[in-house]
C-alpha cells in the first residue's frame, strides 16, 4: 500500500505539465493528458479500493512531517479505508469521465488547456481531502477545492457576472472555511492532535452530550454548509452555474459539494456524541431540501434547476446524517454522484446541440433530435426521481426506512422532499424534451447529438445510474444492504452510541413504506404530462405576471436581495465611513498631526532667535536666575 | 568575525557605490553586492546548523568606560531575519533594473545602506548600537522616498520621518533610563538589561515607552496613518523594503525588548495589546475593500497582516510567537512580491488607480499567473507560505482567547474579499484604454518574481527548516517570561 501517494500525485504531475506547457500543448493534447493522468489515479484507487474490501483493513501513510515543533505535530499523511476508498473510487471514476467528457465540449475553446490545467488541479485537492488523515490535510483539500471551484467558476474571465459568482463561491466558501478552523482549533485545543485516529479513538471515551463537542461539531458543520452549499450559505451554489458545464457535473454535482457530507460521516463518531447538533444538522438539511425543492420548481434555465436540485438533494444527506444513517448519507452520496452528473452532462449536451442555449422555454421536442441525449436525461430523470429499480431508489428508500425510525411526522417531510425531486425533474424532462420545438425550429439551430467523446461518458454514467442500486438492496428483496455492510467498520462506534435498540420494522410495513412513493410519483409524473405534455402549458416569460408563490420562489426567496441589504452594502457603507471620516478626519488630523506639531513647534520656537544680543543675554540671566531659585527650594 | 562581516560587506559596497561615477556598471555592482551577502548569509545559515555557534559571536569594546560595547551575535531569531533581509535585497535591487529609467549609483547605495542598517538591527547585541541602526535605518528610505518618490514626496517624507522618530525618542529614553539602573559599571549590553529586575510600576513605563516606538513601526492600529502615505509617495524598491522588512524591525522589537523586559506589566496589559491588534486587522481589512488606489489597498492589506502579526505575538502563546515569526518571513516575501506587480502594472500602464485597469489576464498569462500565487499566498490558502503563518498565528490566538481569534480570522474572509475584488477588475474583463497593449513580462521581472513563488512554497510546503530554526529561541523566550513571572 505504498504507492498510494502516487494517486494525488497524478493529477498533480498533470496540472504542471499542462500549466507549464499551455502554449505549447495544441488540439487535444492537454485535454488526453489530464484524461490519462486522472485514469492512472482511478486504477490504483480501484487497487486500494479491492485491497480494503479484501482485508478490511485501514491503512495509514506517513508522508513527511509538515508543521511540528512544540506539541504541535501535523503531518502530510495519507488514511485509506473503507471511506476514503469508495470516495477515491466516485472522485477518480466519476472525475475521469468528466475529464473524457470536456475533450469534446471544450473543443475550440482558448482556454481549452487552462480549463484541464484546473481540472487536474481540483482531482488533486480532492483527492488531498478525501485521503487526509488529520483536519489539516482534509483543510489543504478542503480550500484547495475552493480554490478551483472559483477558477473554473470565473473561466470564462471577460464576463464579469461570471467573476462575481465565482467571487461570491469562493468568499461564501471562506465563511464557512473560518468555521472549519476555529473547530479544528478547538480539537486541538481538546484532544492536543489533528489525527482522525488518536481523536476518535480518544473520543470513544467521552459521553453523549459533551459540550465540547458539540460545539467542536457545530463548528466543523459551519465549515460543511458553506461547501456543500446548506442554509445560509447555500446562494453560491446555483450561481456557480456560470462555469463551464462538466465543472458543473464535477465540482458542483458530484464531488465537491459532498464534501461535507463526507466530512461529517468521517468525523462520525465526534457528531454520534453530539444529539444536539445531530439535530440541528436535520433541521437544517430538511430546511434547504424544501427551500431549494420549491426554487428549482419554477426556475426556467435547465442548469439553475439542476443546480437547485443539487442544492435539495444535499438537504436531503444532512437530514440522513442528522437522522444518524451515515452509511444511507453516503449511499446516496454516490448514488447522487451518478445521476446528478449524468444530468449535467447531459444537460451539457443539450446546451452544446442548441449553441449555448440554456432558457428551457427555448427548448422542447429535442427527444427526436438528439435521441442519445434523451435517453440518457431520461435515466437520470428516473433515478434521481427514485422510481425502481434505478439507483435513487434505493438510496432514498435507505434514507426514508431510517427517517421513518425517528419518528412518523419526519418520515413526512422526507416524502414531502422525495416527491419535490420528481416534480421539478419531470417538469424539466417534459419541457425541454417533449412539446413543441420552439425557438431553434424557426432559427437556424439545427440541434445536433454530441460527438462521441461526449456520448460515451454519459452511457457509462447511465448504467452506473441504473445498477448503482445493487450495493445496498434491502433485506426485504433478498438483498444483504452491501455498502452498509461495507462501511460498518467506520460507523461501528457510532452505530452503536445512536442506535440503543434497534427497531425492526415488520416487512410489510416496509413494503409499504417503499410502495408509497413510488405510487406518489407516478401519480406526480402523470399529473405534469397532463399538464405540460397534453396541456401545452409552459412557464410563463419575463413579463407574464406569475402567482405570488411563483414569483417569490421565481426570484429565490429574494435571497440575493435580501444578503445584499443586510451584508453587502452596509459592509461596503462601512468600508468608506471609516476611509472617509475615520482615517482622515479623525487618526489623520489627530495623531497623524504629530508629525505637523514638531513641524509648527520649530516654527514658533524659531521666533525666539531674533540676532539680538541683548535679548539672548537677558534671557540667559533671566535662566540662570530660574535655576537658581529651582535650586533654593 | 562574521556576523561582523555580514554588515560589512554591504557597507563597502554602499561605499564603493557612493563613490563611483554614473556609468552602466552601477547596477551590476549593486546587485553583485546583494548576491555576496546573499551567498554569505547562506554560509552563515550552514554554520548555524551545522558548526559552532561561537563563530557568530563578535565583541568588541567600544567605550568601555560608557559601558558600550560593539557586539552582535545571531539566534534563531536574528538568523531569520538576516535570511530575509539578505534574501530579499538583491531581488529589490535587480527589480530595479529597467529600461526606461536609469538609476544612478546613489539610488543603489543607499539600498545597500538599508540592508547595512536592517542586518545591524538584527544581529547588535548592545542597545545603542540597536538603537543607531535602528536609526541609521530611517536615513535611505527617506532619502530614496524624497528623491525618486512620487507625488507629495517631500511633506510625506517629512511627516514619516518625525512621525518614527517620535517612536524612537520614546525608545531611547527609555533605553538611557534603563541604562541608568544597570548595575555597577553602567553597560548597554543586551544580558545586563535582562538581568534587570523591575517593579511593576518601571515596567509599565518602559513597556509603554517601547510599546509606542513599536507600535510606530508595525504600525498598529491607531498609528499607521504615516504607512499608506509614505508607500503612496514611496518609488517601489522604497515600499518593497518599507513593507518587507523595515516594518518588521517593530515584531522584533516586540519580541527583542518587550516580552523580556516588561513580563508582569505585559500580564496585565496584553489583553488590550491583542484587542488593539484585533480591531486595527478588522480596520485595515475592510478599509481595503473600498480603495481605488492599487498600492493603497496593497498597504492596508499589510496592515491588517502586521496586525495579525502583532496580536499573535502578543497572546504570548509557543503557537503565537513561533506563527508570528514565521509570518514576518512569509509577509516580508509576500509583500515584496505585491508591490513588485503593481510595479509591473504601473510602468507598462503609468495608473494605479484600480477602475482605469483591466483584462490584464488576456494580455499577459505568464504574469497574471505569477500574480495570483502571490495574491494566493496573501489571503493563506493551504500550502502557500501565507497559511501555515496564519494558521499558527491565529491558533496561538484561539489558546490566548477563542472569540478574539474568531474575530481576528474574519481576516481570511476580507482578505480574500478585498484581494478578489481587486484581481478580478484589475486582470479579469474586457482591456481598458490603459491595458490594450500591455506587453508580457519580462525575463528579468521573472526572474525576480521565480525566487518569491519558489519561497512561496518551500515555507507553504515544508516550512521545516524555519519551524526549527526559530523553535529554540521561542522555547527560551517563554521560559524566560515564566521565569520572571514568578
Redesign the interface.
Known amino acids: 500500500m505504498n504507492y498510494i501517494w502516487l494517486i494525488p500525485l497524478f493529477p498533480l504531475i498533470g496540472f504542471l505539465l499542462i500549466?507549464l506547457n499551455?502554449k505549447r500543448f495544441k488540439g487535444s493534447y492537454a485535454g488526453i493528458i489530464a484524461s490519462t493522468t486522472v485514469f492512472s489515479s482511478f486504477v490504483f484507487s480501484a487497487i486500494v479500493f479491492a485491497n480494503v474490501l479484501i482485508t478490511k483493513q485501514a491503512y495509514t501513510i506517513e508522508l513527511?512531517?509538515?508543521?511540528?515543533?512544540?506539541?504541535?505535530s501535523v503531518s502530510f499523511s495519507f488514511l485509506l479505508d473503507q471511506l476514503s476508498a469508495m470516495m477515491l473510487m466516485i472522485v477518480t471514476g466519476v472525475g475521469f469521465l468528466i475529464h473524457v467528457y470536456s475533450i469534446g465540449y471544450m473543443k475550440g475553446d482558448l482556454g481549452f488547456n487552462?480549463f484541464f490545467s484546473y481540472l487536474n488541479l481540483f482531482v488533486f485537492f480532492m483527492l488531498m481531502l478525501v485521503m487526509g488523515s488529520n483536519y489539516?490535510i482534509m483543510?489543504?483539500g478542503w480550500?484547495?477545492v475552493g480554490?478551483c471551484s472559483?477558477l473554473l467558476i470565473?473561466f470564462w474571465?471577460?464576463?464579469?457576472n461570471f467573476?462575481?459568482a465565482a467571487?461570491k463561491a469562493?468568499?461564501m466558501n471562506?465563511?464557512g472555511?473560518?468555521g472549519f478552523?476555529?473547530g479544528i482549533?478547538?480539537l486541538?485545543?481538546r484532544f492536543g492532535t489533528l489525527n482522525y485516529a488518536s481523536i476518535f479513538e480518544q473520543s470513544q471515551l467521552l459521553s453523549v452530550g459533551d459540550t465540547n463537542i458539540t460545539i467542536i461539531t457545530l463548528l466543523l458543520f459551519i465549515g460543511a454548509m458553506g461547501k456543500s452549499a446548506q442554509i445560509p450559505l447555500f446562494t453560491w451554489l446555483p450561481d456557480a452555474m456560470a462555469g463551464p458545464t462538466p465543472v458543473s457535473a464535477l465540482i458542483h454535482a458530484a464531488t465537491m459539494v459532498t464534501a461535507g457530507v463526507y466530512m461529517v460521516a468521517r468525523s462520525n463518531i465526534l457528531y454520534a456524541l453530539s444529539p444536539f447538533t445531530l439535530l440541528v444538522i436535520a433541521i437544517i438539511g430538511i430546511a434547504t431540501a424544501l427551500l431549494a425543492g420549491a426554487i428549482a420548481v419554477f426556475q426556467t434555465d435547465i442548469k439553475k434547476v439542476l443546480a437547485y436540485s443539487t442544492v435539495s438533494q444535499l438537504g436531503f444527506m444532512f437530514l440522513a446524517l442528522g437522522v444518524g444513517t451515515f452509511s444511507g448519507a453516503m449511499f446516496h452520496l454516490t448514488t447522487h454522484a451518478f445521476f446528478k452528473a449524468l444530468l449535467f452532462l447531459a444537460a451539457g449536451s443539450v446546451i452544446h446541440a442548441l449553441h449555448g442555449e440554456q432558457d428551457i422555454r427555448k427548448m422542447g421536442g429535442l427527444r427526436k433530435k438528439i435521441p442519445i441525449t434523451f435517453l440518457v436525461f431520461f435515466i437520470g430523470t428516473l433515478a434521481i426521481s427514485g422510481i425502481p429499480p434505478l439507483s435513487g431508489f434505493f438510496s432514498k428508500d435507505m434514507i426514508l426506512m431510517n427517517v421513518f425510525h425517528s419518528g412518523m411526522l419526519l418520515w413526512v417531510v422526507a416524502l414531502i422532499i422525495a416527491l419535490l425531486t420528481s416534480v421539478y425533474m419531470f417538469r424539466l424532462l417534459f419541457i425541454v424534451f417533449w412539446g413543441q420545438p420552439s425557438v431553434h425550429a424557426d432559427s437556424n439551430i439545427h440541434p445536433h447529438e454530441s460527438p462521441k467523446s461526449m456520448t460515451i461518458p454519459m452511457m457509462i454514467l447511465a448504467v452506473l445510474s441504473i445498477l448503482g442500486g445493487l450495493f445496498g438492496i434491502p433485506e426485504v428483496f433478498g438483498g444483504n444492504e452491501a455498502i452498509s455492510n461495507y462501511l460498518a467498520p467506520v460507523f461501528a462506534k457510532s452505530t452503536t452510541l445512536l442506535i440503543q435498540n434497534p427497531h425492526e420494522v415488520a416487512a410489510n410495513i416496509e413494503l409499504l413504506l417503499m410502495i408509497v412513493p413510488v405510487v406518489l410519483i407516478f401519480a406526480i409524473i402523470y399529473a405534469l404530462y397532463y399538464y405540460f405534455v397534453k396541456g401545452k402549458n409552459m412557464p410563463p416569460d419575463e413579463l407574464q405576471k406569475r402567482g405570488i408563490f411563483s414569483k417569490i420562489a421565481y426570484n429565490k426567496f429574494y435571497l440575493d436581495e435580501i444578503y445584499d441589504f443586510l451584508f453587502v452594502k452596509p459592509?461596503?457603507w462601512?468600508?468608506?465611513f471609516?476611509?472617509e471620516v475615520?482615517?482622515l478626519k479623525i487618526?489623520?488630523k489627530f495623531?497623524?498631526k504629530?508629525?505637523?506639531g514638531?513641524?509648527w513647534t520649530g516654527k514658533t520656537i524659531r521666533y525666539v532667535q531674533t540676532g539680538n544680543v541683548g535679548f539672548y543675554l537677558f534671557a540667559m540671566v533671566i535662566s540662570i536666575i530660574l535655576i537658581l531659585l529651582l535650586n533654593l527650594f | 568575525m562574521l556576523t561582523l562581516l555580514l554588515i560589512i560587506i554591504p557597507l563597502v559596497f554602499t561605499i564603493v557605490l557612493f563613490a563611483l561615477p554614473d556609468s552602466k556598471y552601477v547596477k551590476s555592482v549593486a546587485l553583485i553586492g546583494g548576491i555576496v551577502e546573499f551567498v554569505f548569509s547562506l554560509y552563515v545559515l550552514f554554520q548555524y546548523q551545522y558548526g559552532c555557534h561561537c563563530v557568530l559571536n563578535y565583541h568588541s569594546q567600544f567605550f568601555q568606560q560608557l559601558g558600550i560595547s560593539f557586539s552582535l551575535n545571531i539566534d534563531g531569531l536574528s538568523l531569520l531575519m538576516i535570511l530575509l533581509t539578505s534574501f530579499l535585497s538583491p531581488l529589490i535591487i535587480y527589480s530595479a533594473f529597467t529600461k526606461q529609467s536609469n538609476k544612478p549609483p546613489a539610488f543603489y547605495a543607499l539600498i545597500l545602506l538599508m540592508e547595512t542598517a536592517f542586518i545591524g538591527v538584527f544581529t547588535a547585541t548592545d542597545v545603542l548600537w540597536f538603537y543607531v541602526f535602528w536609526d541609521l535605518a530611517l536615513i535611505p528610505i527617506c532619502f530614496l522616498t524624497a528623491v525618486w518618490g512620487g507625488k507629495n514626496k517631500r511633506v510625506i517624507t517629512v511627516e514619516f520621518l518625525i512621525y518614527t522618530l517620535v517612536g524612537s525618542l520614546l525608545m531611547l529614553i527609555a533605553i538611557i533610563y534603563l541604562y541608568t539602573l544597570t548595575p555597577g559599571m553602567h553597560s548597554f549590553s543586551f544580558s545586563s538589561y535582562y538581568n534587570l529586575t523591575l517593579d511593576y510600576k518601571t515596567q509599565v513605563w518602559v513597556c509603554l515607552a517601547f510599546f509606542m516606538a513599536f507600535a510606530i513601526k508595525v504600525p498598529l492600529f491607531p498609528f499607521h496613518s504615516w504607512l499608506p502615505k509614505t508607500h503612496t509617495a514611496s518609488p517601489t524598491q522604497g515600499s518593497m523594503f518599507l513593507a518587507g522588512i523595515m516594518l518588521k524591525m517593530g515584531i522584533y522589537g516586540l519580541l527583542r525588548f518587550i516580552i523580556p523586559l516588561c513580563p508582569l506589566a505585559l500580564g496585565s496589559w496584553t489583553f488590550y495589546a491583542v484587542v488593539l491588534s484585533v480591531v486595527g486587522i478588522l480596520y485595515s481589512s475592510i478599509i481595503a475593500i473600498k480603495q481605488t488606489e492599487l498600492k493603497r489597498l496593497i498597504a492596508f492589506s499589510s496592515l491588517g497582516h502586521m496586525g495579525l502579526i502583532a496580536a499573535g505575538v502578543f497572546s504570548l502563546t509557543f503557537n503565537g510567537i513561533e506563527g508570528g515569526i514565521l509570518q514576518v518571513i512569509s509577509h516580508g516575501i509576500n509583500v515584496a512580491g505585491m508591490f513588485f506587480c503593481y510595479d509591473i502594472i504601473y510602468r507598462r500602464t503609468k495608473t494605479g488607480t484600480i477602475a482605469s485597469i483591466g483584462g490584464i489576464a488576456s494580455k499577459a498569462p505568464i504574469f497574471s499567473v505569477f500574480f495570483m500565487i502571490i495574491l494566493l499566498a496573501n489571503i493563506a490558502l493551504p500550502l502557500t507560505n501565507g497559511f501555515v503563518g496564519e494558521f499558527l498565528l491565529l491558533m496561538g490566538i484561539f489558546e490566548y482567547n477563542a472569540y478574539l481569534s474568531a474575530i481576528a480570522g474574519l481576516t481570511i474572509i476580507f482578505g480574500a474579499i478585498y484581494m478578489l475584488w481587486m484581481y478580478q477588475r484589475i486582470m479579469y474583463g474586457e482591456t481598458t484604454e490603459a491595458t490594450q497593449d500591455f506587453p508580457e513580462i519580462t525575463l528579468q521581472e521573472s526572474l525576480v518574481l521565480t525566487p518569491l513563488v519558489i519561497m512561496i512554497f518551500w515555507i507553504g510546503i515544508y516550512p521545516k527548516m524555519f519551524l526549527h530554526i526559530a523553535e529554540p529561541y521561542v522555547r527560551d523566550l517563554l521560559e524566560v517570561l515564566t521565569y520572571k513571572l514568578k
Open positions: 500549466a499551455f513527511f512531517q509538515w508543521i511540528h515543533f512544540n506539541t504541535l487552462r489539516l483543510f489543504i480550500e484547495g480554490l472559483y470565473g474571465f471577460k464576463n464579469h467573476n462575481n467571487k469562493f468568499i471562506r465563511i472555511d473560518l478552523l476555529m482549533f478547538m486541538f485545543g459592509g461596503a462601512f468600508s468608506v471609516l476611509q475615520v482615517e487618526i489623520d495623531i497623524g504629530v508629525g505637523q514638531v513641524v
